[in-house]
């Protein structure tokens, strides 16, 4: 018996390859490159919240740089200022600068 072997079409070892990429694009999680920003005066204390309410990362006064999820997050200045800004933490660099005085 002979057994014969026909190449597969490029085109359609293409389209798979292209619907396996994208699957596993689709199921990574969204991740912003940098969330960076100031916070004034230099003695305040900011805690960064995310939708739920639960603290994620807590920022003094100065320059800083964070890492978060895709989201929405509200940064609160400790007391006694009490001011709350609200930002969105992008798949690209955000920038958020927080005057807490």
Known sequence: MRATHRPR?????????????????????????????TVKPATAKVAIKNAAGEQVAEVGGGAFQLRLPAGKFTAECAPPSQKKVAFFSLAQPTSVNIDCS
Request: glycine share 6%.
């Open 9 to 37: 079409p490029k085109r359609a070892v293409a389209a798979a390859a292209i619907g396996v990429l994208t699957a596993f694009v689709m199921s990574a999680p969204a991740t912003a490159d940098v969330v960076q920003g």
